[in-house]
């Protein structure tokens, strides 16, 4: 059983450009949440999609934008990137239970701007 | 959701059993602990969480203040494969919909020695 996958492993991009990340959840979840990894931090939380939509969301402006597809599978597209968008890009995969669910995080998306 | 207070780093000896503390002086009554930690190049994975009872799987212990207040991560034998940094996060059973974002902080970061 594959866990969460998320492609690609890394990627450059330079200030201005958009960006596109993909994310497979794990067999059986249908929830799925981004967050972003700055160095030497925690991850932060940008949103959560359920059922196609985005269900919540985190301190993030609106360049940061999301897509869920039938199957589960997520997008997070990032628009005029800035060189602070430098960071590990996380997707984690859950099922919907209050308070008590495991989240599955896959290894990330290292994003570089330059 | 409540904040939690954890030391920046710690230090153990390989073999010997590990205590990380964190401190959740804040905690409502609906708020259950959870622990994950992060291993280098990996994005984070679920260790344990609990609500009120000490708790135990096979990756660790939870042992939680009466008062609630406090809660301790036991790895009862660390190995090498253990140095990472551990995350102590709480979360409402009664947000939103259930699985909302997890909110991190710097987490502890454990130090294995050989």
């Known amino acids: 059983d594959a866990g969460v996958t998320q492609s690609p492993t890394h990627l450059i991009k330079t200030r201005g450009q958009q960006v596109t990340l993909r994310c497979s959840p794990k067999?059986?979840?249908?929830?799925v949440s981004w967050y972003q990894q700055a160095l030497g931090q925690g991850p932060q939380f940008i949103f959560q999609y359920y059922e196609e939509e985005e269900r919540q969301r985190g301190n993030f402006p609106d360049r940061f934008s999301g897509h869920q597809f039938p199957n589960y599978s997520s997008e997070l597209n990032v628009n005029a990137l800035l060189l602070g968008d430098s960071a590990l890009y996380l997707c984690a995969s859950s099922t919907r239970n209050r308070g008590r669910e495991k989240l599955f995080f896959g290894s990330g998306t290292q994003l570089s701007v330059l | 959701d409540a904040k939690t207070t954890q030391p920046n780093s710690m230090e153990s000896n390989e073999e010997e059993p590990v205590h990380l503390p964190c401190n959740h002086s804040?905690?409502?009554?609906?708020?259950?602990i959870h622990w994950y930690r992060q291993l280098p190049s990996q994005g984070p994975e679920y260790v344990i969480h609990g609500l009120t009872s000490n708790v135990n799987n096979r990756m660790a212990s939870l042992a939680i203040a009466e008062d609630r207040k406090s809660s301790t991560l036991i790895l009862h034998r660390a190995t090498l494969r253990d140095a990472a940094v551990y995350y102590c996060i709480l979360r409402d059973v009664r947000s939103g919909g259930g699985a909302d974002g997890l909110t991190f902080g710097k987490g502890t970061h454990l130090i294995i020695q050989p």
């Open positions: 804040t905690i409502s009554g609906t708020d259950y």
């Open positions: 067999s059986g979840h249908d929830t």
